[in-house]
């Protein structure tokens, strides 16, 4: 008895203090100035070109209320909060309801947000869990209801929520999914958009019909109890066959809004840009996006990755003289899967990893020429630790190969080998010097690529031997501005000299055997398909583990990055591996169509010689095929180049 009057007592000085709090509030709301809510909240995004390719929850299609089919209206009140037009703000009796369901459950099962608090928050703040946030919110909602009658909050609320895909207000959402105006909306049209803002990537009919269908009718059933329309009305809107249309009027590229997710990401970063220029006043903002890369970029997976198929894609296309990037996709379609696995996940890299530990031993005397045995080998550490790699399948020379050649074959032998002769941190230190700040195990096997690492940072290091030894600061915005036009930020191109020019340009160089016919001997080049298909020069590297396969490659002008796999890293079938690769070719290519070749003219430093391209070795008037290789002056090779195995005495032959 006694602790039920305590909780009693509780409840009631909890209330007391509510009320204080929002008569101390509502009295703050009158003397601030009325909130602008035309502009609040919007953004407007421009592409390279200085085109609009989106303006998120903005007043474009602003519809008024009276152009919005009844039953959204009726629906979105029933289920979102009926006392809508009788609470000042916050629904009191709905919110002790909840609080004592939630207690009860000991879960979070109901919310007691009014339809102004949720504008509230749509418009001005953003969703982090805090007190401050939660007080804000309560501000905001109070001033809305001081400052507009019910008809202009529910007409903004309907007008800027999230109906997903990148779809903000009633207008754009009746046309993706409807294709018609949001007067024109029947019931059953009505009932099924006004579930998706609950959970967006969740309950799109495009995505999830199933759950989408449960929500609808959670929508009638709400309706019917508030006595909106007849159970005879719902179950005929339930029962009405719906044909999803699911375009946009402008700009329908179905990856655009991972690119448009990244550009907010990077917004967040931005501390010079006051969060009340975002909250009030609204902002343009300056991308590097390249509509026509991007749209060749998502027909290139459109035409590889199969529709049934459970396979993801990550693509990364950027400048390298400044780190623009300028086309993003973090999955196949934006409709099925809004997770952006370009800005939001790290892979096990594989093979790309050893153009990093080959540079790490051109600056530490190696040449392309270099040769270490390339055949099954037991490297033993201890007594009881030995580490046996392989090659892709099991093939070896069982002789000497140039690092030219480990390169072209992804040799795991040879990389080892360099890795223990160079001692790891050798390697550790170019990765961290080209930016990427993940920690790296010293063991043996780094350069083979078990490391998990994402997709920019993986640009954002080759980008730096694509532009000749220089670090870039990959970035999405170029410029910021308020509505006025008054420039708020500017992106910083300022790059930094971390690797020698001339030894990337011999790195680059072998990087391109990767494709190269000549290099056919024992075995093929990893990426010998393309050699009929390219009509540009690049370097390429690909790295491949179970659940992961990659791509990088570059020229002079442009880097891209192409990862598939699995979320659930299930094992890549052989015969996927192409994807990836067609995917690579297809989109660099096409933005390098009509140009010529972007390559790197030769340093005064270095030297072009001809090779027997397997060995290494100089060439001579009776070699059969001959590669012309790069060097620095004074290192080009003899025709009797040593071996490098007999200095590392920790290898034993199994």
């Given amino acids: 008895m006694k602790f039920r009057k305590f909780i009693v007592r509780s409840f009631f000085l909890l209330l007391i203090f509510s009320f204080l709090l929002v008569g101390s509030a509502t009295i703050y709301a009158k003397v601030m100035p009325k909130p602008q809510i035309n502009v609040a909240n919007r953004i407007v995004f421009y592409d390279n070109n200085n085109e609009v390719f989106s303006m998120g929850a903005s007043n474009s299609n602003w519809v008024k209320l009276n152009d919005i089919s009844s039953y959204v209206v009726d629906a979105t009140i029933s289920v979102e909060d009926k006392n809508f037009y009788k609470h000042y703000g916050f629904d009191f009796l709905r919110i002790l309801k909840a609080g004592y369901i939630n207690i009860k ?195 290139a997976i459109d035409e590889e990755l199969p529709e049934d198929s459970d396979i993801q894609v990550a693509s990364v296309m950027m400048n390298p003289k400044n780190g623009r990037i300028i086309a993003l996709v973090g999955g ?33 005397g190696f040449t392309s020429s270099s040769a270490f045995t390339s055949e099954a080998t037991t490297f033993t550490f201890s007594e009881s630790e030995d580490y046996s790699p392989k090659n892709y399948n099991d093939k070896y020379a069982n002789k000497p190969i140039s690092m030219a050649t480990a390169i072209s ?45 994402g997709i920019i940072d993986m640009t954002k290091g080759y980008s730096c031997f694509a532009n000749l030894g220089e670090k870039v600061n990959p970035h999405f915005i170029q410029k910021v501005e308020d509505n006025n036009g008054n420039v708020l930020y500017e992106a910083n191109e300022d790059n930094e000299v971390v690797l020698n020019s001339s030894l990337t340009f011999i790195l680059n160089n072998m990087l391109t055997s990767t494709y190269d016919p000549l290099y056919i001997d024992y075995n093929y080049p990893t990426a010998i398909s393309l050699s009929s298909k390219l009509k540009h020069k690049y370097a390429l590297k690909s790295g491949t583990t179970e659940g992961d396969n990659w791509h990088i490659g570059f020229n002079r002008d442009i880097i891209t990055s192409v990862w598939i796999g699995y979320d659930n890293n299930q094992t890549l079938k052989t015969t996927e591996y192409k994807y990836g690769q067609n995917i690579w070719y297809k989109a660099i290519e096409a933005y390098e169509e009509g140009k010529e070749d972007a390559w790197y003219d030769i340093p005064k430093n270095v030297n072009g010689v001809f090779v027997d391209p397997i060995s290494g070795k100089a060439a001579s008037d009776e070699t059969k095929n001959k590669k012309l290789m790069y060097f620095i002056k004074g290192t080009e090779p003899a025709d009797t180049e040593e071996v490098f195995d007999e200095k590392i005495d920790t290898i034993k032959k199994s």
Wanted: no cysteine.
């Fill in 105 to 299: 459950s000991h879960k979070t099962k109901q919310g007691a947000s009014t339809i102004t608090q949720q504008y509230a928050k749509n418009l001005f703040l953003d969703f982090d869990k805090t007190w401050k946030r939660k007080w804000n919110e309560a501000l905001y909602t109070i001033r809305l209801e001081e400052n507009y009658d019910k008809d202009e909050i529910l007409e903004g609320y309907l007008n800027t929520i999230n109906y997903g895909h990148g779809v903000y207000g009633i207008e754009n959402a009746s046309h993706f999914y409807f294709n018609k105006s949001a007067s024109e909306l029947s019931l059953s049209e009505s009932s099924m958009l006004v579930g998706i803002p609950k959970a967006p990537s969740n309950y799109s009919p495009i995505v999830n019909p199933e759950l989408a269908k449960e929500r609808q009718k959670t929508i009638l059933e709400a309706m019917v109890k508030n006595n909106k329309i007849t159970e005879e009305e719902m179950n005929s809107a339930l029962d009405e066959k719906l044909e999803y249309y699911g375009k946009k009027e402008t700009n329908d590229l179905k990856t655009v809004m991972y690119y448009q997710d990244a550009v907010l990401n990077e917004l967040k970063t931005i501390k010079s840009i006051p969060s009340s220029y975002i909250e009030t006043k609204g902002i343009k903002i300056y991308t590097n996006l390249d509509i026509k890369a991007q749209t060749n970029l998502e027909k």
């Fill in 332 to 364: 196949k379609d934006y409709n099925y899967s809004q997770f952006n696995r370009a800005i939001s996940a790290k892979r096990q890299v594989g093979s790309t990893m050893k153009p990093y530990l080959y540079y790490a031993a051109l600056e530490n």
């Fill in 409 to 453: 074959y992804s040799d795991n032998i040879y990389a080892v080998k360099t890795n223990l002769f160079l001692g790891s941190e050798a390697m550790i230190n170019v990765v961290k010097r080209v930016g990427i700040n993940e920690k790296m195990p010293n063991v043996p096997s780094l350069p083979l690529g078990t490391k998990e690492i």
